[in-house]
């Protein structure tokens, strides 16, 4: 009886094997890692000209990084919602009244404007202001834009400072465009060399600085706004009714 049982053991046996093979087989091909073929090299960044000698004279200074508290504002809480845009702006001309460029400058035309908001408010320079946490402290910053001549505006952002205004941005130029981007200030301006272009640069709160820095500066190409045309009138066999009526 041992040699009768002894094949039908090794057959099953064999079976047993043949389907554990199958069945690793199966999960082999399901699951195994495939070669997504040659990947390319990494390339690091190459510094041209490295002997080159350091510089020896100050870049010249446009203003960045450059605040200022501004004279005679109080900031009850440090809500800057509080203020008056107007007197604000009117403040730091009278700090610098002989000062018609940079960080401080503004068009004579622009403060005689300034003076007289209150008379002709639709004359005032001052646009709309806007608030924005653009530090990152959970308070609101005062964003102001002010109309000068030449179709320049001026940007200034203010910061709530232990019941005092820091001025922590100002700059100028022909500005066609201001976005709040999160906590960036953008600003869009032509680009009068390459046609069909315009420049982007988002200011940024730096914490070092303690200032608000223009930190991404880009050239970016603008598509044309096409202006719809005509809607086509249906066709008919007689006259228009407006022709009909100039006829008569």
Excluded at 80 to 106: C, F, I, K, S, W
Aim: one cysteine or more; glycine letters at 10%.
């Amino acid at each position: 009886m041992t040699r009768h049982r002894r094949p039908a053991r090794a057959a099953l046996l064999l079976l047993t094997a043949g389907a554990a093979a199958l069945l690793l087989s199966g999960c082999g091909n399901a699951g195994s890692l495939e070669g997504a073929g040659a990947t390319p090299t990494a390339v690091g960044p190459v510094h041209l000209w490295p002997d080159l000698p350091k510089p020896t004279t100050t870049p010249l200074d446009f203003g960045e990084g450059q605040t200022e508290r501004v004279p005679g504002i109080k900031v009850p809480g440090d809500d800057v919602r509080a203020l008056d845009p107007v007197a604000v702006v009117q403040a730091e001309v009278r700090a610098h009244p002989d000062q018609y460029t940079g960080a401080d400058g503004l068009y004579e035309e622009t403060v005689r404007q300034l003076n007289q908001c209150r008379e002709k408010p639709k004359g005032c320079p001052v646009l709309r202001a806007y608030y924005r946490d653009l530090t990152g402290d959970g308070r609101d910053e005062l964003i102001l834009g002010i109309k000068m001549p030449e179709q320049q505006l001026a940007v200034r952002c203010y910061m709530p400072d232990r019941g005092a205004l820091t001025r922590i941005m100002s700059t100028s130029d022909q500005l066609i465009g201001v976005e709040l981007a999160g906590r960036d200030v953008i600003l869009h301006s032509v680009s009068a060399g390459i046609p069909g272009y315009e420049y982007r640069t988002a200011w940024s709160w730096d914490d070092h600085q303690r200032a608000m820095l223009p930190t991404r500066d880009e050239i970016i190409r603008v598509e044309p706004q096409h202006s719809p045309g005509p809607v086509p009138r249906p066709k008919t066999s007689g006259p228009s009714p407006r022709s009909s009526a100039s006829a008569r």
